[in-house]
């Protein structure tokens, strides 16, 4: 069986689940732009760290650098000799990395608005004990 990723593959996979567990997935084409947006979109959608960003905007982002590395691999070739791939697994490797990065410093930056906050209460106690002693 070939399918194209989209709706009628998921309801291939969730109609017949034991079939599908036995088979492999082999990516003829590279996605494009506009694949890879919308699979970004879809993933940024299921994690909780991107509801204060725009998920559009980062998606497109991240699709744009998808596809310069698609552009960048004949280069690659001719000055190394070396062959790399860009597949869509790479593409979901990307954007996993992304969002563990994204989530580290999200945390730190929690972190430290937090102890920016508490600095700041004790400042403002500081200021309100010594007006008080005046």
Known sequence: LTFSPGERLNECMRGYA???????VDWFS????????????SLMKETSEFTTIEPVRLA?????THCLVQEFV??????????VYVTPGTFLSFADTYQ??????????????????????????ARTGASEMQ
């Open 60 to 64: 497109e982002c991240m699709a744009a």
């Open 100 to 125: 563990s990065v994204y989530a580290k410093h999200a945390n730190e930056i929690r972190q430290r608005m937090h102890m920016m906050s508490a600095g700041l209460k004790k400042l403002h106690g």
């Open 18 to 24: 034991g079939i599908t567990r036995r088979c492999t």
């Open 74 to 83: 004949p280069t690659h070739f001719r000055m190394t000799q070396r062959q």
């Open 30 to 41: 590279p996605w494009g732009h506009e694949v890879a947006s919308n699979v970004a979109i």
